[in-house]
């Protein structure tokens, strides 16, 4: 149980264009997903917590203009990055909880490289 | 602010050893604990929690011991194995309160 997925699970595209993550809780309803950013060999940085049918809360320092998250549904949040640049090439990473309990379980992850 | 952190950012043992990785945590208003694995390339992989009643939790070949009085939270594998290999970091949250903060991570390295 538990599953959360991630598509695509790696993604290269050019500078300029925008490019979309999807975030799917496949066996539980997740009222709240995260989105992450992880450098390598580094923690993982929260960007913004997605709360499902209302607009999602935005960590200092991330655009909420370049980054938008969407949560459409209990199942489903995300993200798109718009006007890619090669400093956001990155792992983005989901995770969701299940309602009702305080854990995140966590997508395999999305490797963006801006060209 | 405060932050959680480790330690020891690599532990390198042989296989069959028991593993012992630290985390310091300094938010006492913390009272949700949790390891996560996190594999080259890979999401972080939930292995177990502790909530801030108990001192003690033990899993599959896991246990996590939380000492409160000195804000410090370990985990311990027993006859640590190859596939153990990962990045593993601690993460606390308050109950009812959504965020996780994450420690910096330990590389835990398994030589056969």
């Known amino acids: 149980g538990a599953v959360v997925s991630q598509h695509p699970s790696w993604v290269i595209c050019k500078s300029g264009t925008s490019v979309k993550i999807e975030c799917r809780s496949l066996?539980?309803?997740?009222?709240?997903m995260f989105w992450y950013r992880q450098f390598p060999k580094q923690s993982l940085m929260l960007m913004a917590t997605?709360?499902?049918?209302?607009?999602?809360?935005?960590e200092q320092g991330v655009e909420k203009d370049k980054f938008l998250i969407n949560h459409a549904s209990l199942t489903l949040s995300t993200l798109t990055v718009t006007s890619a640049h090669p400093e956001d090439s990155s792992f983005y990473i989901c995770?969701?909880?299940?309602?009702?309990?305080?854990?995140?379980?966590f997508g395999p992850g999305t490797r963006l490289t801006v060209l | 602010g405060e932050s959680v952190g480790l330690h020891l950012p690599t532990l390198s043992v042989q296989e069959g050893d028991n593993s012992i990785i630290n985390c310091a945590y300094s938010?006492?208003?913390?009272?949700?604990f949790i390891w996560y694995k996190q594999e080259s390339g890979k999401g972080p992989q939930f292995i177990i929690d502790?909530?801030?009643?108990?001192d003690k939790r033990q899993g599959q070949r896991v246990t996590v011991l939380l000492n409160k009085t000195v804000k410090h939270l370990s985990l311990q594998i027993a006859a640590t194995q190859p596939g153990d290999s990962a990045v593993y970091f601690c993460?606390?949250?308050?109950?009812?309160?959504?965020?996780?903060?994450f420690g910096k991570g330990t590389m835990l390295l398994v030589s056969p």
């Open positions: 938010n006492s208003a913390s009272d949700y």
């Open positions: 502790i909530r801030s009643n108990m």
């Open positions: 995770s969701a909880r299940d309602l009702g309990r305080d854990t995140q379980y």
């Open positions: 997605s709360n499902e049918g209302s607009k999602a809360t935005y």
């Open positions: 993460a606390e949250t308050v109950v009812g309160y959504s965020t996780l903060t």
């Open positions: 066996d539980f309803q997740a009222t709240t």
